[in-house]
Every structure is written in C-alpha cells, then in structure tokens.
C-alpha cells in the first residue's frame, strides 16, 4: 500500500547505510510477495487447446497434462511451482502442459475431468495414468523423473535378473521370463506402463536366466518383499503361465504380491487397493529393532492365517504399520486412549473396509485380533465414526445445518432432501470468506421443504461415504434427493446467486421458488 512505502521510504531517510540496506531488502520481499500469479513465468509450460492437444503431445514421449479453471483456487496456487517444474524438467525431455477445460470443455470431458486442477500422465499422446504425486516443484520434478525411460527394464544377463530381484528386498518385483516374445507381451507393457510408480517390471529373454529359475515357457514370476516373507506361512515368489490380458494380469499382480502380512507404508499402501485391510499401529521399525517388530508381526500372522482360513473366499489382507507414519489415525480414531487403557505393547488395531471404520477396544493379542477380524466380516462390529456432537439448534439461524459424522446420514443421505454441502476446515482461509455468503445462502432457502444447506468441519467428523470426501478446502458437493451415490461437485463462482442456480439445475425435486432475502 501507499502508506507501506511511505513509511519505509521515511525510515531509509533517517537511517545509516546498515538501515538502508535493511530496508531495500524489506521493499523487494514486499514486491515478491505481492507479485500477482500473472507475474509468474510459465514460458516452459505448453499452452494446449483442441487444435494442438494431439500433435503435442504424440511427439512427446513423456508429458504431464494440468486440466484447469482460471478462477480455481487450487489452480491458481499450482501456477507457480507447476512453471518452475516445466523449467526444471526440460532437460529431462519432459513436457509440462496445461489446458484450460472451461474452454476446451470437449477434451475434459474425453478425459474424465469432473474438479480442478486434474493431473493426467501422457506417454506418446495416450493417457497413461493419473498424476497422484505432490504439487510442490520438487515433487513434482521428482516424480515425473521416476517416469522418465522404459516402464519394463531390459534384463540381458542372468546376472542382471539376480541384481534387479534382490535390489530391493522391501518391495515386490515382476519378472517376465520369455522364450521368445508372444502375444501377451503388449499387455505386460501396458500393466508396466499404468503400474509402474507401484511396482518395479522387468523382462529377459536370457536362456541362462531361464534355466536357472526353473521357466521353460512364456511366464511371469513375482517375487514377494522378501523382509517380510515367512517360510511358515508364504511362498516367497508366485507365477502366472500362459497368455493374459492387461487387466488379468493386473488383478493378478494385485491379488499376489504381499505375503500374508507386511509393513503397510504410504509408498506400499497402493499394493493393497481396496481390500478389507486389518493395520496394527505400533512402534514398528524393521531398522532399529527387528526382533520386536517381528515379534508382534507374528502375532498377527497367526491371527491373519486363521481369519483367512475362517473367510477363504475373502480377500482380507492384514499388515503392521508405524505409528509415526500412520499419526492421523492415532488421532482419528483415539488410538492413543485405547493403547493407554490396555498399555500391552503399545498395539492398536483398525480396520479399513470399504467406507467402513473400525477399531478393536481390547487388548492385543492374536486372539483378540482373530476375534475382531472375524466380528468385522461377519458384519456384526459397531463402525466407528469419528463426530463432533449435534448441535442443539440445528440448523442455525441463518438456515444452515451442521452435520456432524453421527447425523451424516440422516441428513445429507436423506433421500427425499436436495442437499448442498460445504466440506470445510477451521483453519482455511478460503472457508472462512466463503462463510457470510454461504450463511446468506442459507437464508435464502430457509424454510424450503425439499432444499437443504449444510456444512461440516471435515477435519474432525467423517463422511461414511468415500464419494464425499474433501480433496482440498472447502470442498462443495450437491446431493440430489434419490441420487445420493453421485454427488456433483460445486466449481462455479461463490456467490449466493450462483449457488442458487447451480441447486436450481441439479435439484431433483422442484422446489418452491426460494424466499428473497430482506
């Protein structure tokens, strides 16, 4: 501001030179940090549009590929690392692009766009998956550099299968060991190309390598994380024969590649998609003490191995886990108190079945870990729901409802109420400027009978329905009455009279025209 400067200005006059100096230093971080996001230089990031879309990105073999909306928070704070990653990433023959959808509606609708900003991968013009990295230059640089060169590593040597088998002995390896190059070959390339920040692929047609693994025709080996395999309960390397489609292959991959019981990381947890998962959360450190982390990591083998001999069609998977790592569900599901009530080990035990939330009250053993596994399957354990309490007054005077995670159903899945429903953290900024006119909102459709304007501190409540989770803040999902599994998601202006159009659009039931505001 004016009056910023001209105090700075006065305090230069009257200053020695120290001070002077001081205070252009103050004036350039001033002008830094009020730079707009049209100061930014983007000029490594390729601007695409219908007309340049396919040629761009078919002559680059590696391309990342931001769908965004001009006037989309999140968009606009990606603007500037997302330029300094394109500049960094140019030497690695990487491309960085970007589209604005709400123009080039047509191709975010080809690729599935549905909120901003979509990250996609591109490999030689053809969609190779979704970027689910980090949106800080460094990371984004990064994980782009782990895509960079062949998804499936050439393996000439028998020597060369043994080093890339036992690289890593913490991860699963796949292995296609080829007589000859056949039909399904296209397919494992495809799997590689889509699975590779999960998985490690390589392939040799090495007639040595063959022999000495014992293959005589076209088959894929997996070999288990050898950390955590045990001879008593898992075989450390399964294979797969004959010919196979990429999603065979894929669901097979999957289905195999952890022995009975793991350590669930944020880098492993992909390996278990969205299987019923049972996580012992302790102080878990293969490292610094193996012994006592493999002591409790056979308690819940045994437990593991006679669930799934109760529940043999179950794809249940079980693992230990760090409670450093894992501190959110610490907190999320009160796991502190339970340890402190049982102190036995310091173990707690949750489980993560589809929506579902669990937590298991006693203390642990590898009984009590069969029986409350066994509970969960069988449907018959409480779901834990993390939940504020109900206010009182609800809704509030100016016509908003609060929902908290034990009225989540009754009101936002209420199957005869059109609800729109802000998911929203105490601490953002862009939640609370929204906060007046959202109450504003709120009083326009006081009183209606079918429309319901509601909000939840997604930080302490849960939703119980994955499709309404936050993937950043606030978050606004419409719930039409009678089509409550498929929530559309708010991404126009925030004022009251664009959020009165969008509910007027995608309302089921038609309303009475909403009261104006006095």
């Known amino acids: 501001t004016q009056s910023t400067w001209g105090h700075l200005a ?17 004036l350039a971080a001033l002008a830094m940090a009020a730079a707009p996001a049209g100061d930014v230089d983007e000029k490594d990031v390729v601007v695409l549009t219908k007309d340049n879309f396919d040629s761009v990105l078919q002559r680059a073999e590696l391309a990342l590929v931001e769908f965004y909306a001009p006037w989309c928070g999140h968009c606009k704070n990606l603007i500037a690392p997302y330029a300094e990653a394109a500049t960094m990433l140019k030497a690695d023959g990487v491309v960085l692009a970007k589209v604005d959808a709400t123009v080039e509606s047509a191709l975010g609708t080809k ?3 549905s909120g901003y900003p979509t990250l996609k991968i591109f490999r030689n013009g053809a969609v190779s998956s979704d970027y689910k990295g980090p949106r800080d230059a460094a990371g984004i640089v990064a994980t782009m550099r782990k895509q960079v060169g062949p998804s499936s590593v050439s393996l000439a040597t028998k020597a060369d299968v043994d080093k890339f088998v036992a690289a890593d002995p913490s991860s699963p390896v796949v292995v ?3 007589t000859a190059v056949g039909s399904s070959h296209a397919a494992w390339l495809q799997t590689a190309g889509a699975q590779r920040e999960v998985f490690r692929f390589g392939e040799t047609l090495d007639a040595e390598a063959l022999a000495a693994y ?17 001879a008593a309960f898992d075989e450390s390397a399964v294979r797969l024969s004959g010919r196979f489609t990429a999603t065979e292959l894929e669901e097979w991959i999957f289905s195999n590649a952890l022995p009975l019981v793991a350590q669930y990381t944020p880098a492993r947890a992909p390996m278990y998609r969205k299987r019923p998962l049972f996580l012992a959360l302790f102080a878990c450190d293969y490292v610094r003490d193996p012994k006592g982390t493999n002591h409790i990591a056979n308690r819940v083998r045994k437990a593991a191995a006679a669930v799934r001999r109760e529940h043999p069609d179950s794809d249940v998977a079980f693992a230990v886990a760090s409670k450093s790592d894992y501190s959110q569900h610490v907190t999320d599901f009160g796991l502190a108190a339970t340890v402190a009530k049982h102190g036995l080990e310091g173990v707690a035990v949750i489980a993560l079945v589809g929506d579902a939330k669990y937590k298991m009250d006693a ?3 590898d009984a009590a870990l069969t029986a409350f596994a066994n509970s969960v399957l069988a449907g018959d354990a409480e779901r834990y729901v993390k939940s504020e309490p109900v206010p009182a007054a609800n809704p509030d005077a100016n016509g908003v409802t609060t929902v908290v995670g034990r009225n989540f159903d009754s009101v936002v899945l209420d199957e005869t109420k059109d609800v729109l429903l802000e998911l929203y ?26 429309v319901v304007i509601a909000k939840m501190d997604a930080t302490a409540n849960d939703a119980q329905n994955a499709k309404y989770t936050a993937n950043g803040y606030p978050t606004i999902l419409f719930a039409p009455a009678n089509k409550k599994d498929a929530p559309i998601k708010y991404e126009g202006e925030r004022t009251v009279e664009a959020f009165s159009a969008f509910i007027k659009k995608h309302a089921a039931i038609k309303a009475p025209k909403a009261k104006k505001e006095i």
């Not at 006065?10 to 103050?26: K, P």
């Not at 014992?214 to 045990?230: D, E, G, I, M, S």
């Not at 953002?428 to 006119?437: D, R």
């Open 10 to 26: 006065r305090f230069m006059m009257r200053r020695d030179c120290v001070s002077i100096a001081l205070a252009v230093v103050a």
């Open 111 to 113: 690729y599935g766009v």
């Open 176 to 178: 296609f060991f080829q």
């Open 214 to 230: 014992n293959v005589t025709k076209n088959t894929v080996v997996l070999f288990r994380p050898a950390q955590f395999v045990h």
């Open 363 to 365: 203390a642990f053993s």
């Open 425 to 450: 953290a105490p601490w953002c900024g862009h939640c609370k400027s929204l906060a007046p006119i959202y109450d504003s909102l709120g009083k326009k459709f006081l009183g209606s009978s079918s």
